[in-house]
């Protein structure tokens, strides 16, 4: 008797259909798809809001300055991400920082981009886009298809800035300065070794400054 029932049990489970995508199953497709529905419907409370991205971009500096040494790239976003004066609406926007290096962050390869956008590298400019003043929505440049403007109708910021900002820009076209990015933003020493743009004014174009000297970093919605 004891023999039939394991026989009946194993018979049972060969026969029983293999049920594939299941739903409860976090990482398949069918729960994926629930989910987005439940959201969709309103019937969840566990829905992660989608990453805004901008058309009309905002610009802010942060409260707090900085010497060169940013934590590089990623950590100079990370300042952005984390600064007082970033707006809080819409939830989950972006902001990245305002600087270029010769690895992780450039802009142009050529004068102004003569290759257009190829020559990017995680660049935070979009083209043919209208960026704005956070504080006030002051439109202050209008990007190009290559996504870098030449010219600016004001600050970029306001109250004016009329000192020194760290970039890492070359004297104009974009480009990064050789050598002169604050060792990729890791180096607050030194002098004669940063690009930097003279003002809010004009933060396309730089002169010569110090990595040991404090600045602002602008910030830049995505």
């Known amino acids: 008797m004891r023999f039939l029932f394991f026989a009946f049990v194993i018979l049972c489970f060969q026969c029983s259909k293999t049920e594939l995508n299941n739903p409860k199953d976090f990482e398949s497709d069918s729960f994926r798809e629930n989910e987005t529905l439940l959201c969709l419907t309103g019937q969840s409370s566990f829905c992660q809001a989608a990453i805004p991205v901008c058309t009309t971009c905002r610009f802010f500096s942060t409260s707090i300055t900085y010497n060169g040494n940013r934590g590089g790239i990623s950590g100079a976003d ?75 109708l004001q600050h970029a910021e306001n109250p004016t800035i009329v000192t020194s900002i760290l970039t890492g820009l070359d004297t104009s076209g974009w480009d990064t300065r050789s050598g002169q990015h604050c060792n990729r933003w890791t180096d607050g020493t030194g002098t004669g070794n940063a690009g930097v743009a003279s003002s809010s004014v004009s933060i396309f174009s730089s002169t010569l400054g110090n990595c040991n000297d404090s600045s602002v970093i602008f910030c830049v919605e995505q």
């Open 78 to 152: 990370a300042k952005c991400m984390n600064d007082s004066k970033k707006p809080t609406e819409p939830a989950r926007a972006v902001f990245k920082a305002f600087l270029v290096d010769d690895v992780n962050r450039i802009a142009c390869t050529t004068n102004n981009c003569v290759g257009g956008i190829s020559e990017h590298v995680d660049w935070i400019l979009k083209p043919n886009t209208n960026y704005v003043r956070a504080v006030d929505g002051g439109s202050f440049a209008i990007t190009n298809s290559a996504g870098i403007f030449t010219s600016q």
